[in-house]
């Protein structure tokens, strides 16, 4: 769809001016004292400035966040998500370097989320993403697997992004692949 093309151009552009944040509907219950970062060896998750730069030319990228639609069209990539098909862009809209911190969280009912929650660049993409595309999905992928799919139902101003797992053994393993599976 060309608006998805013209959205992720947009995403990757200059960010939008900053807009009102409204508070999350769900509070992070912490696991450990400090919520978990990446720590991979080359890869933090919580890159200060100039360690930003150095993970984007060491490294390749572990943590990416694609833009997907129901309707298959040209320059879409056919994704697998259980037995039906999603078309992504090819690029992501979201990558680990717009990533301040990712945390484990368990909701009423035991349902379980992992938040990935933005830098201010990461915030401005993600805002804007998310105003454009309600009803499509952002597709989380982790060292190139499909982890997660979050299908986009509100604009997300405040830089934290909520995506459901199956469970807490299925966060746990996702919490892995991202340290790199150690």
């Given at each position: 769809m060309k608006i998805l093309l013209k959205l992720a151009i947009l995403a990757l552009s200059a960010g939008l001016a900053a807009c009102q944040q409204t508070a999350p509907r769900r509070v992070?219950?912490?696991?450990?004292?400090?919520?978990?970062?990446?720590?991979?060896?080359?890869?933090?998750?919580?890159?200060?400035?100039?360690?930003?730069?150095?993970?984007?030319?060491?490294?390749?990228?572990?943590?990416?966040?694609?833009?997907?639609?129901?309707?298959?069209?040209?320059?879409?990539?056919a994704v697998d998500v259980g037995g039906t098909s999603l078309y992504a862009l090819p690029q992501p809209v979201l990558t680990q370097a717009d990533l301040l911190r990712v945390t484990p969280v368990t909701a009423q009912g035991q349902r379980t989320f992992i938040l990935l929650e933005m830098n201010q660049s990461g915030q401005s993409k993600l805002r804007s993403v998310t105003a454009q595309a309600q009803g499509h999905y952002l597709l989380l992928s982790v060292q190139g697997q499909l982890a997660s799919v979050a299908r986009i139902s509100e604009t997300i101003s405040d830089g934290r992004l909520m995506i459901g797992t199956q469970n807490a053994q299925h966060t746990q393993a996702i919490l892995k692949l991202m340290q790199g599976g150690q």
């Open positions: 992070p219950e912490p696991v450990d004292p400090a919520p978990p970062v990446i720590q991979s060896s080359n890869v933090p998750a919580a890159p200060t400035a100039s360690a930003a730069t150095a993970s984007r030319t060491q490294s390749p990228t572990v943590i990416t966040l694609h833009l997907a639609q129901e309707k298959a069209e040209a320059p879409l990539v």
